[in-house]
Structures are given as structure tokens and as C-alpha cells.
């Protein structure tokens, strides 16, 4: 389906809860100066958001350095801790910016909000989420939502459709399997966080959205029949060497890695996020001469329904010595033509701000397709939560850790389960979780 670019902004408009009108950005009294630096992943899309920002703050004072960086967010936490680190921070997330809040890391942002036109040109619930103790320290970009993306070639050389319910994706995994194919293309050596992402996409997809939403506020348990359903689920494709293979190869395998067995046919499905279309995914397929094409991730119901959440949270650090230069480089990257230039050129998802229908012309027309689907959807109250975006700092931790403990059957399910609502539950009293959106 052709969609056009005011069609787009609509899109993004309908998403966030926002009108089409002008984002209102405020001048600052007195332009900042000085170098400000940038610590980001050493992954394949960061060198072209890199030359975008750079590019967009050509006409400022600012001298702005990115330095790409392998395992950058480890190395990022340590180089912080010793009252160093970049001027300006980025996390995966909200619910990791957290952390670096709650240890004071952070400078407040709040006086830059009215300034910078934030309160108008962000969601409200958006910035939310970068909200500590009630004030403001964070700035979320990237819309992300969980897809389940297939090999298209091999699925019609053998007859195989998009699962909608997870009892076909089942099916389908199991056909794969018995034709010698491994199921998934998976691997966390280089992101262990690549856990949290089946958690996400399972939690949502079999417990559901209402029951995710009751357990994060509070009024369910995350030790019930469906979260258990879910990590089973999990557990038992694990167990069958459905992702990578074996278990060992998952610990193994390399993003590079399982995008080439996705791509050749060797692997038939990738359970990721809409980050994806920036990761090689065209120069791989084309490569070997296949196709690709993504799914909803399938539900219990065959409902079709999108999990929403942010990819990275960016941020100002307490120890940088020009923090005033940080804020303009915040403010430069959120603009609406930054934004849509970080969509159109390194295929990124823009943040939840307004982004003028002009400006999104470009947008390749499979991911045109997905954010025509992500509104059709949230319209319709047909989302859930992704982990990364909507859960305490401890209770991600644990998802993320401990459920290898569960693929290692040191414990069962239920036991991890039983260990996620306590953590849960103490943070919730504690009020460390972060706001939910209403449903």
C-alpha cells in the first residue's frame, strides 16, 4: 500500500496523541560553544546518525564528536562512575537512563523544556518516562515496536504463510526444524540484552497487553498462567535449538552472524524490533539473492496488535564540563528535520515528537507500511509494552539475566517468575517504576 507524506505525518501524529501544527521551538538566549562529545554503539547504523547530527549542527558554535565505541554502554557506566565519561549519554532506553539518574549522574534538563519547545513538540507521556524524582533528565528517541520477520523466499519455495497466532508459529518452527532449518536467527553475544526482546514479544503476545498492563501497575501477579504460558514458551525453544541451533550457539552468535543465516535461508524467522530495517537487512538479502518481509508478532488471539516503546534515551552528564553545549546538541537532535533525517537517510525511527509531513517523504514503503499498521493499531487500543521502556531498572536486570538461568535449567520458569514479582513488587512500592500509559 502507497502511502503519502502527509499520510505519513498523520501516522506518527495519531501514534503520539499530537497535532500536525508547528513545533514551536524557542531560540536560546546565548548560543552554546565549545566541543561536546558523544559516546554511541560501534554497530552499522551510528556512523550515519553521526553524520546527520553532525550535519544539523553545522550552523551552530558547536564542535561536536562522536566517538563509536564496542560494548559503549558498559564502558560508558564505568567511565561515568569515575567522573568522566562523554558530555552527552546515551542509553538503550528509558529504564536504563534511570539508573544513571537515581545515582545522580545526570543533570536536570527541566529548565531547558519551555526554552527548547519541548513541552509542545514531545508526547506527553514521552517525556514522562525521562522523569526522576520530579524532575526531568532524560529525552526518549526511537519508536520501536516487536516484529517477527520472515525469509520471504523460503517461505513460499515451501508453502509456509505469516504465523498470526503463536500456536502457527509453533507450527511453522516445528516445520522449519524438521526440514533442517533453525527456526531463529539469534544470538546475544554482543547485546545481552537481546534476551529481553523474546520476554517482550511473548509476554505481550501471550499473556496479553491487559494483563501486561495490570501486572506494571500493580494488580496482577507476574507469576501468573500467562506470563508462565510465555516463558515456557521461551524456554522450550531453547531447549529444541529453535534459536541459532543450540543453546551454545545463541551465546555465540554475532549480530553479523545470525543476519546471514537469516538472509542465505539457514535460518528461517527473526523475532526483533523495527530497529531492523537499519541493520544491514537489503545489503544481506541482496546478497544472497532472497527476500524478506515482516509480520505482527503473533499473538494467543491472532489479534493483531504492536508493542510500543523507545530504542534510546539520550541524556546530559553531571560530570561534562559543558553541559550548556550538551543541551544544544539535545536540542539540534530532536528538531523535526533532524528526526526526519535520521528516518529517511539511516532508516531510524524518529522519536515521539511532531515531524511535518514534508519532511517524511522518503520513508522506504515497507516501513511506511508498519507505521500506517503501529497507528491503525493504537487507535484501536491493540498495543502492549516493551520492557525496555516501561519496567524498573532491577526488574529489566533481572528479565535480562536471569531468564539464562531458566534456558540453563538451573531454574524453572515458575521460580523465574516467582523472583520477577518480588523485584517488581518492591520497586513498585518503592514508586522506581515508570509511568504507564492508560489503556
Known amino acids: 500500500m502507497k502511502v503519502s507524506a502527509i499520510s505519513r505525518a498523520a501516522i506518527f501524529a495519531t501514534l503520539l496523541g499530537l497535532s500536525l501544527s508547528q513545533s514551536g521551538y524557542a531560540a536560546q538566549a546565548a548560543p552554546a560553544t565549545g566541543n561536546v562529545t558523544v559516546w554511541v554503539d560501534d554497530n552499522t547504523t551510528n556512523p550515519c546518525v553521526a553524520k546527520v547530527v553532525t550535519a544539523a549542527n553545522k550552523n551552530s558554535k558547536l564542535k561536536i564528536t562522536f566517538a563509536l565505541k564496542k560494548g559503549w554502554e558498559a564502558l560508558t557506566k564505568t567511565a561515568v562512575a569515575g567522573g568522566a565519561g562523554p558530555d552527552v549519554i546515551m542509553t538503550p532506553g528509558p529504564t536504563y537512563t534511570a539508573e544513571y539518574a537515581k545515582a545522580g549522574a545526570l543533570a536536570p534538563l527541566d529548565s531547558y523544556v519551555k526554552s527548547f519547545g519541548w513541552d509542545k513538540s514531545f508526547a506527553p507521556w514521552a517525556l514522562k518516562l525521562g522523569v526522576s524524582k520530579g524532575k526531568l533528565y532524560s529525552l526518549p528517541s526511537e519508536l520501536e515496536t516487536m516484529l517477527l520477520w520472515y525469509n520471504k523466499t523460503l517461505f513460499d519455495s515451501m508453502g509456509l504463510k505469516a504465523p498470526k497466532t503463536t500456536a502457527e508459529l509453533n507450527a511453522v518452527a516445528d516445520k522449519l526444524s524438521a526440514a533442517g532449518i533453525t527456526p531463529f536467527a539469534a544470538g546475544n553475544k554482543e547485546w545481552k540484552g537481546v534476551n529481553e526482546w523474546y520476554i517482550s514479544a511473548l509476554f505481550n503476545g501471550v499473556a496479553g497487553p491487559e494483563n501486561v498492563y495490570k501486572a506494571l501497575t500493580g494488580t496482577l501477579k507476574w507469576n501468573s498462567p500467562g506470563f508462565l504460558e510465555a516463558t ?62 515482516w509480520a505482527p508478532f503473533p499473538t494467543k488471539s491472532g489479534a493483531e496488535q504492536y508493542s510500543i516503546g523507545t530504542g534510546s534515551s539520550w541524556a546530559i552528564n553531571i560530570n561534562s564540563k559543558n553541559k550548556a553545549g550538551a543541551a544544544e546538541f539535545l536540542k539540534v537532535l530532536f528538531t523535526p528535520s533532524t528526526q526526519a533525517s535520521l528516518a529517511t537517510e539511516c532508516s531510524q525511527a524518529p522519536g515521539p515528537v511532531k515531524v511535518p509531513a514534508n519532511l517524511l517523504s522518503g520513508l522506504e514503503k515497507r516501513k511506511a507500511t508498519l507505521y500506517t499498521a503501529i497507528s491503525a493499531a493504537a487507535a484501536k487500543g491493540n ?32 521460580e523465574y517468575l516467582d523472583g520477577l514479582d518480588a523485584i517488581y513488587q518492591t520497586e513498585l512500592k518503592a514508586k522506581a517504576t515508570p509511568p504507564i500509559p492508560k489503556r
Open 383 to 414: 498495543y502492549g509494552y516493551l520492557t525496555w521502556s516501561f519496567w524498573p531498572a532491577k526488574s529489566n536486570k533481572y528479565i535480562i539475566d536471569e531468564v539464562e538461568k531458566v534456558w540453563g535449567k538451573t531454574i524453572t520458569p515458575a
Open 232 to 293: 515456557t514458551m521461551l524456554n522450550n525453544w531453547q531447549q529444541k535449538g529453535y534459536l541459532s541451533g543450540a543453546l551454545d550457539r545463541f551465546y555465540v552468535k554475532t549480530f553479523d552472524g545470525a543476519l546471514a543465516d537469516f538472509a542465505d535461508g539457514k535460518a528461517g524467522m527473526s523475532m526483533e524490533g523495527s530497529w531492523k530495517f537499519g541493520a544491514g537487512l537489503d545489503e544481506a538479502f541482496k546478497k544472497a539473492g532472497n527476500d524478506w518481509a
